[in-house]
């Protein structure tokens, strides 16, 4: 049972669950595919199976990742990333990207062109454009009426 | 002590010290500067003493933050972080992107002129040029001569 911050903060109600031990270490082996708990157990060494078990049970109930039968006779089953866990690319693409710049010194992520170093930004997709870190902040999703009541802030559709 | 997870993997070797409870939240709050350790205690409501001394000093060792004396007489310290730990920012932003989108649905990260939501995105600073998942890939820093020698991946001075 992952233990609360007792923040209202993103970042810290995401580590809540996501920050317990082998969780986004899950997350990273499903982005290439969908996977049975054993071929979890054999990239994930040292898991314990009730561990693994406890994790995956977590990422389902959050809506992370799906538990489905590929299989009826016999039944087998394999875990997927919903869309909401593939959003989580950007997270562990910055962990890869620093990690592989101060801890891992035998490779790199480059642009395949230029074979220059990347990194990672802030894009709006509304404007196609990359943006400083003074360019984007916090806004309330709902606004108030001048009746008092809450209205949601208007999104274009384009950018959700 | 962190716990390993012997994985040669950039994800998991950051994940080590971390995917440690608090340690992120402890990052998060130096982006706004340094901070003494009683701030830290404060802003942190829930973390035992012990435990953000231990924390301190594991994001000391790997070169994250400093201890700095601003004062002599009485000696008081603080913490910052050191350019490595502010290069942890995209973590933290992805974070906090995937944690507004999903989990406190009373803000939104936008971009201040058009006030739509942003995305975290790959960067060249090469090119200046976002770039999609496939047109990034790891390569090995280093490269094998003719002589079979190692040797540095030629990587120009403007993307260090």
């Known amino acids: 049972m992952p233990k609360q911050y007792g923040q209202g903060c993103p970042v810290a109600k995401s580590l809540e669950f ?9 997350v990273r082996d499903l982005f290439t595919g969908p996977k049975k708990f054993q071929d979890l157990l054999g990239s994930l060494k040292g898991v314990a199976p009730g561990v693994l078990s ?6 389902e ?9 590929y299989s009826d006779h016999p039944p087998r089953a394999e875990y997927a990333l919903t ?7 950007p997270v562990v693409r910055a962990l890869a990207i620093w990690g592989t710049r101060y ?4 490779r790199v992520l ?7 170093p990347i ?3 802030y894009y709006c997709p509304s404007c196609d454009e990359r943006l400083a870190a003074d360019e984007a902040s ?3 999703t709902h606004t108030r009426a001048k009746n008092g009541r809450r209205r949601p802030r208007r999104v274009s559709q384009a950018a959700r």
Do not use: Y
């Open 138 to 140: 916090f806004r309330p």
């Open 18 to 26: 996501l920050g317990e031990r082998w969780t986004l270490l899950i």
């Open 61 to 69: 109930d959050h809506g992370i990742a799906v538990r489905r039968l």
């Open 110 to 116: 480059v642009h395949n062109r230029c074979e220059q």
């Open 103 to 106: 801890l891992s010194h035998d």
């Open 54 to 59: 406890s994790r995956l049970k977590v990422l």
């Open 83 to 89: 869309p909401k866990g593939v959003e989580l690319r």
């Open 119 to 121: 990194e990672m930004a």
